[in-house]
């Protein structure tokens, strides 16, 4: 799958929110799944505010609740956008 | 309940101190029900602290006024925030102004609250709603929206006005009780969810205050008070003051009762 401009510009604000969120950078990557991240509830909360804000998309807890790695996420984001 | 009519939520008067005594932290301070009474010290106490205050109030204009007034004279920055804390687009358009005008929400005290008596047998549908309304949902849902801020901070305090009533009995007041009771298993829970954020949500259980809200009272409730005298505005105010610090950090989840020891 070859990846979009808005794709790269969602894995980057993705990746740097699971950072400050305490996720170790050299374990983040598209095939990694939030819960080996320890990246909970509350820290997804806070990335759908922070996707919001950046691209003005509303993410929803059902919507979120199905997504289980980094990959997804990004996916799902970019999809939102387009 | 009756609200504002038609007026819009608005930040109707500004007034800056000298800034002597600013927060190290970039945001304000909002005290929902702060024209007078508990409030209004509160904001005082807040304002004192270095903290830029949202003095919210419905319909006391006036009063409103006067407490942004002292807190301008003892060197402090104060606005009058118009909302109904009960009205959702109100709130929402409450803090979008507050946020333009002085940054995000890191302490929010809700104190907003009223009272309608009467005993659960002849209690409306109307008393039971318009107590529960005011006192228990409008703090959930300023709560949700000022954490938004707080999380992203790092930094927040969220601090509720419950009451000695709710963990006990007061005849009379079953939706009063039952609205604080409320507020104070909000304050756990919310407190256990963002606490790793360094967001920190605890509840303030005042006894017998004399205030306006509490003029009507019978006198008699005095010598249930192991103090034998009502407490001040200001003796609440200090405990918000502390819950409000950066060295109360560690204290979540927690009732801090003021009460003269009404409730031990």
């Known amino acids: 799958m070859s990846t979009t401009a808005t794709e790269e510009q969602v894995e980057q604000v993705v990746v740097e929110a699971l950072r400050s969120f305490g996720a170790e950078g050299a374990q983040i990557d598209r095939e990694a799944t939030f819960e080996g991240l320890d990246v909970d509830s509350l820290d997804l909360a806070e990335l759908a505010q922070i996707v919001e804000e950046r691209f003005g998309v509303e993410l929803r807890g059902s919507d979120v609740a199905s997504v289980k790695t980094v990959g997804d996420a990004i996916t799902l984001i970019a999809e939102r956008i387009s | ?264």
């Open chain 2, 1 to 264: 309940m009756s609200g504002g009519g038609t007026a819009s939520a608005g930040v109707d008067a500004a007034t800056a101190g000298n800034g002597s005594g600013a927060s190290a932290r970039e945001g304000c301070a909002l005290v929902t029900g702060a024209s007078r009474g508990i409030g209004a010290a509160i904001a005082l106490a807040l304002a004192l602290e270095g903290w830029p205050v949202a003095v919210n109030y419905r319909s006391g204009h006036e009063a409103a006024a006067e407490t942004v007034a002292r807190i301008d004279r003892a060197g402090g920055r104060a606005l009058a925030l118009q909302a109904d804390v009960t009205d959702r687009d109100q709130i929402d358009d409450a803090f979008d102004r507050l946020e333009g005008a002085l940054g995000p929400v890191l302490v929010l005290v809700n104190n907003a609250g009223v009272r309608a008596d009467d005993l659960a047998l002849t209690m409306g549908d109307g008393e039971w709603a318009r107590v529960l309304d005011t006192n228990l949902t409008a703090a959930f849902r300023l709560t949700r929206r000022a954490l938004k801020a707080m999380i992203r901070a790092r930094f927040g305090r969220v601090i509720n006005l419950a009451s000695v009533v709710g963990p006990r009995a007061n005849a009379g007041q079953s939706n009063y009780a039952a609205a604080k009771a409320g507020l104070i298993g909000m304050t756990k829970t919310v407190a256990a969810e963002v606490a790793r954020r360094g967001v920190t949500v605890n509840a303030i259980a005042p006894g017998l205050i004399a205030t306006d809200m509490t003029a009507d009272l019978d006198g008699s409730l005095l010598s249930a008070v192991p103090a034998r005298r009502a407490g001040t505005p200001e003796e609440v105010a200090a405990c918000a003051r502390f819950l409000a610090s950066q060295e109360a950090g560690y204290v979540t989840g927690s009732v801090l009762y003021v009460d003269g020891g009404l409730g031990a």
